[in-house]
């Protein structure tokens, strides 16, 4: 296997605290726990500065701020975890630095603090132009906060936009997604990621579809509205790189991108996963165990399991997977690993093999799991 670890990696921070847990959501995410806020920067800090002396202070080109609510921070937090990154990571000067913020809790100071910290890039969960949805999904925000939103981080300097919309949500209809994407684009965003709804066991939501008080629009209306997705987006000059993601020319995320394209990352706080030289790396889920120290598990990852993960991962891609990119790294022609399982996905047009990268249809793209299920 091929050495990586000459290559900039990607850094990621997560952030778990949240004005008011969302009602489908079943990240490591804490509402009522601002107090830890202190302690959780000071254990950042010293995570990032101890995993980067162990891993020789890599240079990086990417950096990812997700949680929670990063905007929930106040500024001064925010400054320290930057300038922790920066003292113990070579950053690129053009690195692609993303902040995932809510609206209605992005403020002018804390805009400002991105700016000054060279963030060069806003992810924004705007999920619904309709109050009924919005409140329904438990978000604290209203449409007219989403734009407020917008206005503060272009005050600020941050131009490079991407909105988070979601599609398949109870009640929800392909009209209001078209109303969804028409206020999004309104926003002059240069990128929107399109997600279904995944209902999670053992949260309000699945409880409210469990019992009978949330009906969800069924698989035929969310392919209509991932369609609608595909057609408004593509008319507007945005390409689908991603089975969720559409950007303008040269605006994809290119965190996300090498994280598809199983390239090295470092994460940092509860929760945050991590791989770097074919080791997987998880941190302890609870904010409570993360705060006490608690060590993270790891797994060494073994060829076999590293190629699968490359096809499941690049086959999000809408490029899908080099040839000769999978042979540098593994040593193995891809065809010669997978071609006999692939066949039939080949055959019936669930997969594509062109200009040496195998990728799937769009129509594959609509039964990914049965394709990974063939070479699993």
């Given at each position: 296997m091929s050495e990586q670890k000459n290559k900039p990696l990607g850094l990621y921070v997560h952030i778990p605290f949240c004005a008011r847990k969302c009602a489908y959501c079943d990240f490591a995410s804490w509402s009522g726990r601002q107090a830890d806020i202190p302690r959780y920067i000071d254990a950042l800090r010293a995570e990032i500065a101890a995993r980067a002396e162990d891993c020789g202070h890599p240079a990086a080109d990417t950096v990812f701020f997700g949680g929670g609510t990063p905007s929930l921070l106040p500024p001064d937090a925010y400054r320290a975890i930057a300038r922790a990154l920066r003292d113990s990571f070579d950053i690129a000067p053009d690195a692609e630095w993303t902040v995932e913020c809510n609206p209605g809790t992005l403020t002018a100071a804390f805009a400002d603090a991105l700016a000054e910290s060279g963030c060069s890039r806003l992810s924004m969960g705007m999920?619904?132009?309709q109050p009924r949805l919005l409140q329904s999904l438990g978000r604290i925000h209203t449409p007219e906060d989403a734009a407020a939103a917008v206005r503060i981080a272009r005050a600020a300097g941050i131009g490079n936009l991407n909105l988070d919309?979601?599609?398949?949500?109870?009640?929800?209809?392909?009209?209001d997604m078209a109303e969804t994407l028409a206020a999004a684009l309104a926003l002059s965003p240069q990128h929107l990621s399109c997600y279904a709804l995944i209902v999670e066991e053992g949260t309000p939501l699945a409880a409210r579809v469990a019992r009978g008080e949330a009906t969800l629009p069924g698989e035929d209306a969310d392919r209509e509205m991932y369609g609608l997705c595909r057609d408004t987006l593509q008319k507007r000059g945005f390409h689908q790189y991603e089975i969720s993601n559409f950007a303008l020319p040269g605006r994809e995320c290119r965190h996300n991108v090498n994280c598809w394209k199983r390239e090295d990352y470092l994460g940092f706080?509860?929760?945050a996963h991590s791989l770097y030289a074919d080791t997987r790396r998880a941190n302890p889920r609870g904010l409570d165990g993360y705060l006490e120290g608690d060590p993270p598990e790891t797994e060494r990852i073994g060829p076999e399991e590293a190629m699968f993960e490359t096809m499941m991962l690049g086959l999000r891609l809408t490029r899908g997977v080099s040839e000769s990119d999978f042979e540098a790294r593994y040593g193995a022609r891809l065809w010669d690993v997978y071609g006999a399982r692939l066949a039939p996905a080949l055959r019936d047009g669930r997969l594509l093999?062109?200009?040496g990268y195998v990728r799937l249809t769009e129509r594959g793209m609509d039964v990914m799991n049965s394709v990974l299920l063939l070479i699993l």
């Open positions: 999920q619904a132009a919309l979601m599609l398949g949500l109870p009640g929800q209809t392909a009209g706080g509860c929760a093999r062109r200009d």
